[in-house]
Structures are given as C-alpha cells and as structure tokens.
C-alpha cells in the first residue's frame, strides 16, 4: 500500500483518490499496486457497489512517474501496472471516473475501460506516447478508434495534442461535463445511484456492453510487449533527455 493513492467507502460507494498533487499525480508501481488491491477487492465484495477513481488537486494523473516506471518492477508475477490494468479491463462491476483536470497517457486510457466517465470543464485528455517514443497501452489502441473512429484516434495518438472536456464530449469520450467545482458533487450523486440500483443488471449490463475480454487482453499483451521493448529504445532515451533538458528531441 502507499499513501499517495486514498481509498474510502461511504455509501457503498469506493473512492479512489490518486493522492500525490505535488508530482500532478503520476502515478508509480506502488501506486499501482494500491489501485489493483482496491478494484480487485471491490470486484470479489459486496461492501461497494460503485467505485469512483478521481485525483486529488489540479490533475487527474500526469502519467506515469516515467523515473519509477523505468526502474522497473520488484518481485515475481505481473508488474503492478499489468496487475492494475488487468483489473480495471475485467472488473464486472460498475466503474466511474471523474476527471477533475489533464488526463495523460494511461490517464486517459484507462477511462476507456470506466463505465461512466464524467469530467470537469477545465480537465484535457491526451495520450503522449509517441511524443515519449512510446506506444499506446492498456488495450488502447483497439479501444481507442472504436470510440472515436481512426482518423480522430491518430490524431490523438500520433500528435499527442490534448482535448479539451468540450471535444472529449463531443467524441463521446465523457458522459457529461461539469464545471469545475460541481464535478465531485455532481459524481457523487451518480456514484449514489448506481450503488443502489440493481446490482445483478448492472452486471449484467456491462456484461452485455463489454463482451470482448478475450481479445482486449490479447491486445493489452501485445502493447505491453512493444511497450517493453520501446523502454529500451533509442527513441525513448532521446525522448526523456530531451525532455530533462528541455529541449527538442533530435531522433537518428
């Protein structure tokens, strides 16, 4: 467990609070770690029945904590960040997002495997991962397109330009939008009536609405390979140093 992710229960209702504004809430393998623990036990409990992942401050996560990340993992069995996204893509019940500001690179593709993604007015959403020499994760680039249609989904992924909530909306990326300090009421309120509705038709529902598990896991392992692979990359390396020093990367 680590300090930098909040869980709680109230209502039925978990929160998940990625907990480290001072770093806009880039998130670690023990941060990870954390994360997979709550939706794993959310999943196989009855104490909730809706979970809310959210951040705390200015960002809703500004990644992954790519120092951390590079060092890799400790321990046997799957890093923490595959035991979380393995989680969050077959977790059957009900899971909510409330981007309260810029969602970054896993930070917007995990909402693709949220159930109800809410945002506020002043939240982006961009996936950086070429920009970083990297490539798309956590089954994204099938999810991806199918959300938003190809061309819209290359021109997220191949400029890392960011969204605004307006266009995460009009790409139908979010649900609704809210202004900036009625998004945590706002998600509450939703998170309190899903946690009391019916519980086996919600499972059910997603069920239904989610049925590819098999091939998004394919997907995910095949990202996951390149995504390995491009850690040890000339194209990474230059792309981290340029961005240390703050300049432009120069690629051979």
Do not use: W
Request: glycine content about 8%.
């Amino acid at each position: 467990m680590t300090e930098h992710v909040r869980i709680s229960t109230t209502d039925r209702v978990m929160y998940v609070v990625l907990a480290r504004p001072e770093k806009k809430n880039a998130i670690t393998q023990a941060m990870y770690g954390s994360m997979a623990q709550a939706i794993r036990e959310y999943s196989a409990g009855d104490d909730a029945r809706a979970l809310v992942i959210t951040g705390e401050g200015d960002y809703f996560t500004s990644g992954n904590d790519l120092q951390d990340f590079a060092r890799g993992a400790d321990g046997d069995g799957p890093p923490p960040v595959v035991q979380f996204l393995n989680a969050i893509a077959s977790c059957e019940k009900p899971l909510i997002a409330a981007v309260n500001g810029p969602a970054i690179g896993v930070g917007l593709t995990m909402l693709l495997h949220c159930d109800l993604v809410y945002a506020a007015r002043g939240a982006t959403l961009s996936a950086p991962f070429v920009k970083l020499g990297l490539v798309p994760e956590a089954a994204s680039s099938l999810l991806l397109p199918e959300a938003v249609g190809q061309a819209v989904a290359n021109d997220i992924f191949m400029t890392g330009r960011a969204l605004s909530a307006d266009e995460a909306l009009q790409f139908g990326l979010v649900a609704r939008v809210f202004d900036d300090t009625e998004l945590a009421d706002g998600v509450g309120e939703i998170a309190l009536h899903v946690a009391n509705s019916a519980p086996n038709a919600l499972r059910l529902t997603k069920s239904l609405v989610r049925h590819r598990g098999a091939e998004i896991a394919a997907q995910m392992e095949r990202e996951g390979k390149l995504f390995s692979d491009q850690l040890g990359s000339p194209d990474f390396a230059e792309s981290v140093a340029a961005m240390m020093q703050k300049r432009a990367p120069v690629y051979p």
